[in-house]
């Protein structure tokens, strides 16, 4: 894969000021500060700080950045190889915000190593991702830099501003031997702390802006390398970026069937963005993070995105806070997941999960309460699971679960595992040794929720699962051979079974609410806890999917292809009949069966609120921590730096209305005069070549292009031509100037 690592070009450069040692910091398309940064009316420094200075935390007012890539990076069609072989190399000069950066990028990756080539719809979201991170990064930095200290004068340079070792910086002060380096987040790298040391060293002094407050031993790092540093916190307060054109829109309220309904406002946010880039496998997953690192290191500043691709824990992704309007309709939304460990492989399938939170939140509004449950039954082969529940990825993942704990507890009571030796040699043996218990059912049923109701705005803090066991007769004996009724008294087998209820029950409830295999199942059921809430509160006020409540409509959110609730069924039958494991004991041996019936029910999603007092001593912050989650990922090691192990927070919701322009700017007209010269979107390879158009492209630089100039399907389509009426126009032009041609020739030749 090739590396992209071109510094664009600024426009505006600065003369550079003649250094006292050359050889220090050299600068390359650098602006005065003054010009590039708007000044704080005050400061939280009033010159720069001095070596072993107290840090000053500062709160700045949250910024914007460029976001016009977004708006039309979903609905841009693949280019053809024969259109990217034409794709000129000086477009890696292009600003990285650009379509021909985009195109040039596409095809050196391309170029590179097969196997780890990504999609052109996977690089666009990677693009994007990347785009935005360093867009966001250099906004951040000039909201910082304008809070620290007058930087007016002709002294400070800022922009590009590079040292010796190839590091970049944000603002040097040449005279005075003074620079400032501003990055987004609590950390810092080895290599920014070593160039701080030789600097230092050099006799300039450095100054670091964290956007939190960093931990004990970063901050100990910063002050041995020489520098100072402070905490500016400001948020980027952009609009969600858009959902993608094709596919699922995560939390967009479709209208069920047979009913009229005005039209949803579109979702998006960061959860989003982040999940399509996340990969469809292990593999894929890491040839993102590799090309997203490319993008990151091809850009000037190469500011780090606060979670790095691959650094979510997907599995982990839980639905833990919702808003609701009813008087604007609209609705917000946002995810805890653990962070990856560092140098961990990368996390994938996160818009997997994302969509399955999705789907069982709507199929939680559409069905009616009493249809979701499963039941796995040797003696009831026709009470499985609800009919119409069958056909939802919420239904799915609860007749998995419930035949994943049946195999919980047989796993556990293995005599070859701890757990299960301990249970076999507490229990009460029969006349000729024998080792039993009585048949019983085992289900999951919910716990109350901890969550927080604060006017429209749902938290849910904790989400706990309950595993319940007692006696079941069944009439469908497992295996063969003598039963354990036939061999052992009732009073012994019934002893047995409370110690199998006393010693297996918790191992296998911790199980449901920690181990990976039923993450499905905590993710399907925080969503069951949103949805009765909306549902509540839409009894009392119409809301957002007061349309979809109890429609019975479920069409929109299918289970996955090919699933087959008696697929399961038949395998928990078969396991009913295949021996799980056998204990030895001093007069033989007994093989045991998965002797266990049962099911999960979520009728009801009971809460248990937490009063406000509590909510603002135990998590002071969330409230805000939801909010700038909705346009940028959140960490709790910005409020806690020394946690040990971080939790992310991604969000999302409605997306704003767009305002709209009375007096929209024609789209600029192509003239074909290379590239670079004429602004966005008006130069494209092959429009130099006489008679050649092939390589034309829609401008799709243009933010919000007419839907003509978007390419329809196929070859042609392809290329930005939608139609066959461009071939038909460009031979009548062809003809019209074959024809002037020839009567420019008769004339010139009567004057002859």
Wanted: proline share 10%; hydrophobic share 30%.
């Amino acid at each position: 894969m090739v590396a992209i690592g071109v510094t664009a070009a600024v426009s505006g450069v600065a003369p550079v000021p003649v250094l006292d040692t050359p050889d220090a910091v050299a600068h390359s398309h650098t602006e005065f500060c003054s010009e590039l940064v708007g000044q704080s009316e005050e400061y939280i420094y009033e010159e720069f700080p001095e070596e072993g200075a107290e840090p000053v935390e500062a709160e700045a007012e949250s910024y914007t950045y460029d976001t016009e890539l977004d708006a039309i990076l979903d609905s841009y069609v693949e280019p053809t190889r024969e259109y990217l072989d034409r794709v000129p190399d000086e477009w890696a000069a292009e600003p990285m915000d650009s379509t021909k950066r985009l195109e040039w990028s596409y095809k050196t990756h391309l170029a590179g190593n097969p196997d780890a080539r990504l999609s052109w719809d996977q690089w666009k979201g990677l693009y994007g991702r990347v785009n935005d991170d360093q867009s966001r990064g250099l906004a951040y930095e000039r909201t910082a830099l304008s809070t620290l200290f007058p930087l007016d004068t002709a002294d400070w340079l800022c922009r590009d501003t590079r040292l010796q070792n190839g590091q970049t910086t944000s603002a040097v002060n040449n005279r005075t031997r003074q620079f400032i380096n501003v990055s987004p987040g609590n950390t810092i790298s080895t290599a920014r702390l070593n160039s701080y040391k030789d600097l230092t060293t050099a006799g300039y002094k450095a100054h670091h802006v964290f956007s939190t407050t960093p931990s004990a031993t970063t901050a100990q790092q910063v002050r041995a390398s020489g520098a100072t540093y402070s905490v500016t916190r400001a948020s980027g307060s952009n609009p969600p970026p858009p959902p993608p054109s094709g596919g699922r829109a995560p939390f967009n309220p479709p209208c069920p069937a047979g009913r009229a309904c005005a039209p949803a406002r579109p979702t998006g946010g960061a959860v989003n963005s982040l999940a399509r880039t996340s990969g469809t496998s292990a593999s894929n997953a890491v040839n993102l993070r590799t090309a997203g690192n490319q993008l990151m290191n091809s850009s000037p500043r190469q500011f780090r995105p606060p979670f790095p691709l691959g650094g979510i824990d997907w599995t982990s992704l839980e639905l833990r806070y919702v808003s609701d309007d009813p008087s604007t309709q609209e609705f917000d939304y946002a995810f805890s997941a653990a962070e990856m460990p560092e140098g961990a492989d990368p996390s994938f399938g996160g818009e997997a999960t994302l969509n399955l939170s999705s789907d069982a939140l709507f199929t939680w509004l559409a069905l009616e309460r009493d249809q979701f449950w499963v039941n796995l039954n040797p003696d009831q082969p026709d009470t499985i699971i609800d009919e119409q529940f069958a056909t939802t990825e919420a239904g799915r993942v609860l007749l998995e679960s419930d035949f994943q704990l049946k195999s919980t507890l047989y796993d556990n009571l293995n005599p070859e595992t701890e757990s299960g030796r301990e249970f076999f040699e507490s229990l009460e043996r029969g006349p000729n040794g024998e080792l039993c218990w009585g048949s019983h059912r085992m289900w999951i049923e919910p716990l109350p929720a901890s969550a927080r109701e604060d006017g429209d705005q749902l938290y849910i803090l904790d989400s706990p699962l309950n595993v319940q066991m007692e006696p079941f007769e069944v009439s469908t004996p497992p295996g063969s051979g003598p039963t354990c009724e036939e061999l052992v008294p009732e009073d012994v087998m019934d002893r047995n079974l409370q110690r199998l209820i006393d010693s297996m029950v918790p191992l296998i409830e911790e199980a449901v609410n920690t181990a990976p295999e039923y993450a499905d199942l905590r993710r399907v059921y925080t969503a069951r806890i949103a949805a009765e809430w909306l549902r509540q509160r839409d009894a009392v006020r119409p809301g957002a999917f007061h349309d979809i409540i109890d429609s019975g409509d479920v069409s929109h959110w299918p289970v996955r292809e090919g699933w087959d609730p008696q697929d399961v069924y038949d395998e928990f039958i078969e396991a009913t009949k295949t021996v799980q494991f056998r204990y030895e004991y001093e007069h033989g041996g007994m093989d045991y069966y998965m002797d266990v019936t049962g099911g999960i029910a979520f009728p009801d999603a009971p809460r248990d609120p937490m009063p406000a007092a509590q909510f603002e001593r135990e998590h002071p912050t969330l409230p805000a921590t939801v909010q700038d989650a909705k346009f940028e990922a959140r960490s709790d090691r910005d409020v806690d730096p020394e946690a040990d192990a971080g939790t992310a927070w991604l969000g999302g919701g409605t997306l704003p209305e767009p305002d709209p322009d009375p007096d929209p700017e024609p789209t600029p007209t192509p003239t074909g005069d290379g590239p670079g010269d004429d602004g966005p979107g008006t130069d494209r390879p092959g429009d130099d070549a006489p008679g050649d158009g092939s390589g034309d492209r829609p401008d799709t630089n243009d933010p919000t292009p007419d839907a003509a100039d978007r390419p329809d399907d196929g070859e042609l389509a392809a290329t930005g031509f939608s139609g066959g009426w461009p071939i038909w126009a460009a031979l009548a032009l062809v003809l019209a100037g074959a024809a002037l041609i020839v009567l420019r020739s008769r004339l010139h030749a009567r004057q002859q």
